[in-house]
């Protein structure tokens, strides 16, 4: 089972931020915090990922809450390409992991014009 | 493009076919995966593969069969299936089965059963 939980829906206007919550309150201490997004009929796209400092790529920012417990990654300026599916997925990151990404429903963000 | 391609795109088979899907990746990843994603539904982890090895199979029915014949290969052989078997199978891979931080997926095959 996923062990998060996000909103199903979203709006956004275009050229403004996205935050996108989650929540994680079970997470334990070697779990990571992945995103991941899926265009319409295409394959899930690696976003960001970190595990308790916030971390910044050329796609979003992600931030982390202190206690671990809930992240919210940030658009900075979306645009209309940004909008689909987003998933936050935790999963621990060491050598006696499975490897495998367990997927929930995701949160189905909307930018309008 | 992510550097796995899935083929065909799109697929109808009948009930009574056998068909395959396939995957390749030159990324030099040593860890693969079938996903499939049915209508208003999660992705559901199918089998991974790591070295040519089959690592794990989600209770995935006998008439979807895997092969890795190499590391940069995967298919999935379907054979009988049934109408509800329809859905986007995906296909990933990451560098390694332990420790990656990411891993890459195909466009994904939509397969539709009649």
């Known amino acids: 089972d996923a062990k998060t939980t996000q909103p199903p829906s979203m709006d956004c206007a275009e050229g403004r931020a996205a935050n996108l919550p989650c929540n994680h309150s079970t997470i334990s201490g070697n779990e990571y915090v992945y995103w991941y997004r899926q265009i319409h009929s295409q394959g899930p796209q690696y976003i960001i990922h970190?595990?308790?400092n916030n971390e910044t790529n050329e796609m979003a920012s992600l931030i982390i809450t202190e206690d671990r417990k809930s992240s919210t990654l940030i658009l900075p300026h979306a645009t209309l390409r940004d909008t689909a599916v987003y998933y936050c997925i935790v999963r621990p990151q060491d050598p006696s992991n499975t490897g495998k990404l367990i997927f929930g429903q995701g949160t189905t963000l909307q930018v309008k014009p | 493009e992510t550097g796995v391609t899935q083929t065909p795109r799109h697929l109808v088979m009948g009930m009574t076919n056998k068909k395959s899907l396939k995957c390749e990746q030159h990324l030099g990843h040593n860890a693969m995966y079938w996903y499939k994603q049915s209508a208003k539904k999660p992705l559901e982890l199918m089998f991974v593969?790591?070295?040519?090895?089959?690592?794990e199979n989600n209770s995935v029915p006998s008439r979807f069969s895997p092969e890795c014949p190499n590391s940069s290969h995967l298919f999935l052989h379907l054979h009988t299936l049934q109408p509800e078997d329809s859905a986007l199978y995906l296909c990933?891979?990451?560098?390694?089965?332990?420790?990656?931080?990411?891993?890459?997926f195909g466009q994904g095959t939509r397969l539709t059963v009649v």
């Open positions: 970190g595990l308790k």
């Open positions: 593969y790591n070295f040519k090895e089959q690592t």
């Open positions: 990933a891979s990451s560098q390694d089965y332990e420790g990656w931080t990411e891993a890459f």
